[in-house]
């Protein structure tokens, strides 16, 4: 007994050994590639700002402040694109987090029957499986008609507000902000959806039972307990979300109407980064090539700082 005790422990012994092996190994391959991640993006965004550097020399900061944009006279600026990329960004958001998180809330919890949630979860996954452009020619022959009945009576009794508002160009159905901003919203609802979902499923059961054993009722569990506990995950599925908004370039276009000009009217045509440089890198040359690389280096500008105070709100709310 004796014997085969000693003999099973140094096979005890090594086996925890390779474990340990094991688990360094994975952890270097790990850290390995997160390093990775970040070298290829610091690269990528030293790439585009050395072939930005040139308008950088030329327009300086100006360049973000400025509406002029002639390629024949070198003039250059992108502050209406900025606009353009914000906004529309946020009118997404706006209609997206309430629809995604709301559904997210629908397809965790045992609301539903089983059959149905699994049709839902489909039909959800399967608005990112959708191409651009298909959206984008849904948004020229059903969006944009449809917001055109809309917009008029929109404009027809509050029209007082800026964002309802006649455009300059006196027509109302047309591409704009508005059908720009809603295709936004549906194309990153299944990005803001399934990450939620993953979150707010995460959710340690015991959360539950302890919130039901207190006498909450479902609503108040949802509010006070589950929603702060998966707050971090469906912060991080909005982010994933404004991101992909930003930098949506194909439907966008088709539907924005291209114009770069600032106006808060919501039906005025606009235009974004992404789109400008869709329209114009192809026939540009000189520095009209460098100021569209500095044009995409203020994108990538912009979706970092986002992640960064994202992140913030994050580590300030799990302070709390």
Known sequence: MNTSA?????EGKNRSEADR??????????????FAVAVLLLWIGFQVGIQGLPALKEFGL????????????SQFGVLPQ????????????????PIGIGTALLLSEDILPVPVKTVLVFLVELLAAIPSVVYGLWGIFVLIPFLGTVGTWLNQ?????????????????GPGLLPAGIILAIMTLPIITAISRDALASVPRSLREAAYGLGCTRWETLLQVIIPAAFSGIVSAIMLGLGRAMGE???VTMLIGNSNRISPSLFAPSNTIASLLANQFAEAGGLQISALMYAAFVLFLLTLIVNILAELIVLRVKRL
């Open 157 to 173: 009794y509050l029209g007082w507000l800026p964002i309802f508002s006649r455009p300059e160009s006196g027509a109302i159905g």
């Open 6 to 10: 000693q003999s099973r422990q140094p």
């Open 21 to 34: 092996t094991l688990d360094r190994s994975f952890i270097l391959v790990t850290r390995i590639f997160a």
């Open 62 to 73: 100006g360049f973000l402040g400025t509406t002029d944009w002639n390629p024949p006279r």
């Open 249 to 251: 370039t194909m439907a």
């Open 82 to 97: 900025i606009y353009g990329t914000l906004a529309s960004s946020f009118i997404g958001l706006l209609i997206a987090v």
